[in-house]
């Protein structure tokens, strides 16, 4: 059999290749489908691409590439050839990726089974820790062998420290460490100085437990510590939003496949279920599966529209998404391992796509579902050049009006959107003396090292909410064009256009005294329905008068005289525990414009190799480029690195002046920064760029205002665009995305759908029908416009 089979490939055999060093190996999951080794057809890998592919698409491959070979893994695979024997040895296409990328998964550490704890007869009370050395109470770890308490160092975990846990490491070489705020029932964060990673402790509970902490007892609070069952009685955020302790049904079928969680990628899963649920978006890739099929590149995998077809026709046909037959359940059972099975999917090849080349949806760390949900509008905005863009149901035009407050004259402009950004003004809340109470008993017993009070969440009125958006808000630094000089400015925003989708964001997340990004601990009394109507813009009005078209006087350096830097900001970040240079570089290079903006800066530089050496100033020798357009911006003709043009996006830079800045500068990040500073965008540059690019989304980090894009368009050019929706501002809630944990950078994501009159939990692989939908804990709200308006 071996023979006749080696006389068959000889014709074949120029077109076999042995995987190489750097050859990605698909033999996991189907390029089209979700259809792996464990599917009833198995999967097929191409001997040549080494792309896999289920029974159903592999015909497709071979009509397009005429390759004849292929490896067919079902369970059990004879091995036939050196070729088919190094493709099943390789590692698995997602392994490729760098070191920090999302597929790394954490590992048992070497001291786990043998650690020895010492008998100090430490026992760790339910809150009020503070670090042994230090005055710290926040990032603090406790070591699992001597049970001292001590904080990390700043970033450690994103938090700020004094490395107090580090140096009782290398004085006591006591390896593992576990994160006191961490721990559930579920398990906790631990950390491994010896091995230099985060690990995993398969003993954990015995380890606590040795200091007095029972894990089954403990449940995390909005407030990042840890109380017992007999202490806690509020239901905390994490029960009342996955719906703890209800028995849920499970939902089965099209629209109700559940996404696997591949490691902190609930914001991606979230988002999808919601966008997918959405009929436009149904239609532009469902709808046209096959024909995105048939003419997909010869490398699909690398195809964003193949990609969200094979995304969107998982969770819609239902095909992974089948209750258990009866004969799985008898087994079950008869194993004393019954539990309620929920088939799903995991997007690990969209998930690698989609967060390709950006910093942060690449790594294995949570992120901020809003900023996802933006960089998702960015990536079907590219992709959708001479086709259908669904994306277009959430656009919408926002008109600002700017008014000297000194000459009175006003200046009206227009922007695109995605989301409407909602304050949350605590101070509105409806129960402020029991907050104030509450607060009060809280200090008094982290002092005294007792147990916390119950818990109080803010109760604030939705209406508040639009009400702290539609109120004037100061302009910073406004320079009058009627004065030629800096002047008081107040703007308003309103909306000029009103979206079929319209999709809030609560801003529950904001930067503590020391900076690091904690969420409010609010309950909004969302509505059911929303009319938006008495925000509608109405334009320059009778006896207005226009502020003059004139811009700032553009002021250049001098040469290499040393630059001007705000002492106060740089001490602010010097504080946090950032080296004096790398703060004074920080300042300098995002323009004094202050320490928020330079902390965005240190975030984006500080793996840099030269990150703490002095502030070098680099000679100005630019000469002043023309500004009639674009094609002459740039003496480059290359596209500037996409992680690049990120950053300074993300430093609420527009897109466009980012890009022609780095352009301009030969791509060199902190000289471009330097030149946008020098090089305000004009009027006549921001007419020339093209409707695509000015459109397009800016993912914000902590923004504290409601802009997203830069684009800024005349009154009477904004709504004549075809890709600007507009109707009546009456809208129904189907969809919300709620968020567990104190920052953005832990905790976890689900989200509730409405359909067919029911509302629907995902919550990652699980899909059950919602008891009890916690509307006013949610993050993201998405509002459908009324049909009968």
Not at 24 to 45: I, L, T
Not at 142 to 154: E, I
Not at 250 to 275: D, E, K, P, W
Request: glycine share 6%; net charge negative.
């Amino acid at each position: 059999m071996a023979t006749d089979l080696g006389e068959l490939l000889v014709p074949y055999m120029p077109t076999i290749r042995v995987p190489r060093s750097g050859d990605r190996v698909y033999k996991s999951e189907c390029a089209f489908s979700y259809d792996s080794p464990e599917s009833e057809g198995g999967m097929y890998v191409c001997m040549n691409t080494f792309l896999g592919f289920g029974r159903e698409h592999v015909e497709r491959h071979y009509r397009k590439t005429g390759q004849s070979v292929y490896m067919h893994l079902k369970r059990h695979v004879k091995e036939v050839t050196i070729a088919c024997d190094a493709v099943l040895n390789a590692g698995s296409a997602y392994k490729k990726q760098e070191a920090d990328s999302w597929e790394d998964e954490l590992q048992v550490s070497k001291h786990a089974r043998s650690l020895r704890q010492h008998d100090s007869g430490v026992r760790i009370p339910p809150s009020g820790w503070k670090c042994a050395k230090c005055e710290m109470r926040e990032n603090l770890w406790l070591n699992l062998m001597d049970g001292t308490v001590l904080c990390g160092k700043w970033f450690f975990d994103g938090s700020g420290g004094n490395g107090h846990a580090l140096e009782h490491y290398r004085e006591t070489n006591f390896p593992l460490a576990v994160k006191l705020d961490t721990i559930t029932p579920d398990g906790a964060d631990v950390y491994s100085f010896d091995e230099e990673e985060a690990v995993l402790d398969p003993y954990i509970a015995e380890h606590l437990s040795h200091f007095g902490i029972d894990m089954l007892k403990m449940h995390r609070t909005e407030n990042g510590n840890h109380t017992d069952n007999h202490v806690q009685t509020r239901a905390s955020e994490w029960e009342v939003i996955q719906e703890s302790g209800l028995k849920l049904k499970a939902v089965y079928g099209s629209g109700f496949t559940g996404i696997r969680n591949l490691g902190n990628s609930c914001y991606l899963s979230t988002t999808m279920q919601v966008v997918f649920s959405i009929a436009e978006f149904q239609r532009a890739y469902v709808g046209n599966l096959q024909r995105i099929f048939d003419y997909s590149p010869l490398d699909p995998t690398q195809d964003f529209s193949t990609q969200m077809a094979k995304l969107g026709h998982g969770l819609l046909s239902g095909l992974y998404s089948k209750p258990p037959i009866k004969s799985e359940l008898i087994e079950q059972v008869m194993k004393e391992e019954y539990k309620q099975q929920h088939k799903a999917i995991s997007p690990r090849m969209f998930k690698a796509l989609v967060s390709k080349g950006h910093p942060e949806f690449s790594s294995n760390r949570q992120q901020d579902v809003q900023e996802f949900f933006l960089h998702f509008i960015n990536m079907v905005e590219r992709n959708s050049t001479g086709s259908e863009n669904p994306s277009d149901v959430f656009r919408f035009i926002i008109e600002e009006r700017i008014q000297c407050c000194q000459s009175q004259k006003v200046r009206y402009s227009q922007r695109v959107d995605y989301l409407m950004q909602l304050p949350v003004p605590v101070e509105a809340a409806t129960n402020r003396e029991e907050m104030i109470a509450y607060e009060i008993k809280r200090k008094d017993a982290e002092e005294n090292m007792r147990a916390p009070p119950e818990p109080v969440r803010a109760h604030v009125p939705f209406t508040a909410c639009l009400q702290a958006f539609a109120e004037p808000e100061n302009v910073p630094e406004f320079w009058s064009p009627a004065l030629q000089a800096k002047s008081a400015g107040v703007k308003t925003s309103r909306f000029a256009s009103f979206p079929d989708y319209m999709v809030l964001q609560l801003k529950k997340f904001t930067f503590g005294l020391d900076w690091v990004p904690k969420k409010l601990d609010v309950s909004v009394d969302v509505p059911d329905f929303l009319d938006l109507n008495r925000f509608r813009s109405i334009g320059l009005q009778a006896g207005e008068e226009e502020l003059p078209d004139l811009m700032p006087p553009i002021v250049i350096p001098e040469d290499t005289r040393a630059p001007e830097i705000d002492e106060s900001s740089v001490m602010q970040l010097a504080e946090m525990g950032f080296p004096l240079e790398a703060c004074r570089k920080a300042v300098y290079y995002t323009g004094n414009m202050g320490a928020e903006m330079a902390f965005n800066w240190i975030i984006a530089h500080m793996e840099e190799p030269d990150f703490a050496e002095p502030l070098a100033i680099p000679a100005y020798m630019e000469p002043d480029l023309p500004s009639s357009s674009l094609a002459t911006a740039s003496p480059l003709d290359n596209q500037p690195p996409e992680e690049s043009v990120a950053i300074l996006t993300s430093m609420g830079f527009p897109r466009h002046h980012s890009i022609r800045a780095l352009k301009a500068m030969n791509n060199n990040l902190e000289r471009a920064l330097d030149w946008i500073f020098t090089h305000p965008e004009s009027e006549e540059e921001s007419a020339g760029i093209s409707d695509m690019i000015d459109s397009e989304p800016k993912d914000t980090s902590f923004s504290n205002t409601n802009t997203h894009s830069d684009s800024m368009l005349s009154p009477d050019q904004g709504l004549s665009s075809p890709r600007v929706r507009d109707g009546p501002g009456r809208y129904e809630l189907f969809a919300f995305i709620s968020h567990m944990g104190t920052s953005t950078m832990s905790g976890h994501y689900v989200c509730h759908i409405k359909k067919e009159g029911r509302w629907v939990i995902y919550n990652d692989h699980k899909v059950c029908l919602s008891e009890r939908p916690p509307k006013d804990l949610g993050y993201m709200y998405f509002y459908r416009r009324l049909s009968s308006c």
